[in-house]
């Protein structure tokens, strides 16, 4: 059984990309703790198997296959949840996405897809959900999946790192606004996440048998440029959520929690090949 601290017993908690990655690993986290689930993703294989796991740890589960940078596509999944649990408890906006190229590269269509993905989709459901969790008069939470790009310049997602910080700016405004009735809006910001996105495995059901192993380069290089050598793990990103929709972070709100192994405080500092850190290498 969860700790009192943790426990999100008899709470119902939205995930939008609940079933791959990052959000699978909020999705099961919060089960873990005792939160029914409702799991909006895409890709119609992967919310069948998110939900196969949660209901394996004893919780409810509601999955639909859902293109949540389509606000009607979001407002029909909320009612849906509401009409199977009668309440809304936590949000948590996880979807996005991104694609690298210079800036004077990306076409406009591309520029689109962007915010659609990583801020039309925080709107959208948003809008959506958070009226239901003032309904129920309990309070509530939303965390919001940003990322340190938000914080830095990203020179080839020039787009993608303008929607996060974007982002930020609304977790901390909807921190504000939304203090009155008890909900509380954070935002985690992880960088670099061993996700199936990464090892190749962005469509389809989520099999690590086809991820395709780092390099030893590519090894190399992230034990440099990450002060804790390695690469975060998804299920570290899903504790954290944790931690911000839970009671253990009753009185924080309009945060950004940084998911990053340090990157984001080394500030371009990083380890050289004796292992010393230097600034730029």
Request: net charge neutral; glycine share 12%.
């Amino acid at each position: 059984m969860p700790s009192q601290d943790h426990s999100l017993t008899g709470q119902v908690a939205i995930v939008t990309g609940g079933g791959g990655g990052i959000g699978r690993a909020i999705a099961l986290a919060f089960a873990a703790a005792g939160a029914d689930i409702v799991i909006a993703d895409i890709i119609p294989q992967r919310c069948d198997e998110a939900a196969a796991s949660i209901r394996a740890l004893g919780r409810d589960v509601l999955a639909v296959p859902t293109d949540a940078a389509d606000p009607a596509q979001i407002r029909a999944l909320v009612a849906q949840a509401d009409r199977q649990f009668g309440r809304i408890d936590i949000l948590v906006n996880n979807v996005g996405g991104v694609s690298g190229r210079p800036f004077l590269e990306q076409s406009e269509r591309s520029w689109r897809r962007h915010i659609d993905l990583n801020l039309v989709s925080m709107f959208a459901a948003t809008s959506a959900a958070v009226p239901t969790i003032i309904r129920g008069g309990r309070g509530g939470a939303v965390v919001n999946v940003s990322s340190i790009e938000a914080s830095r310049a990203a020179p080839n997602y020039a787009v993608y790192a303008a929607c996060k910080a974007g982002m930020n700016n609304f977790t901390r405004t909807m921190a504000l606004e939304l203090a009155v009735h008890g909900i509380r809006v954070n935002a985690i910001a992880p960088d670099y996440t061993l996700t199936p996105g990464l090892h190749g495995n962005v469509t389809g059901p989520v099999d690590p048998s086809t991820w395709r192993p780092p390099s030893p380069e590519q090894q190399q290089a992230t034990r440099r440029r990450i002060p804790l050598g390695r690469g975060g793990i998804d299920t570290e990103c899903g504790k954290a959520a944790l931690f911000l929709a839970s009671p253990m972070s009753s009185y924080v709100t309009g945060a950004v929690l940084p998911v990053d192994g340090g990157s984001w405080a080394s500030s371009g500092w990083i380890r050289n090949e004796a292992g010393q850190w230097t600034l730029g290498g």
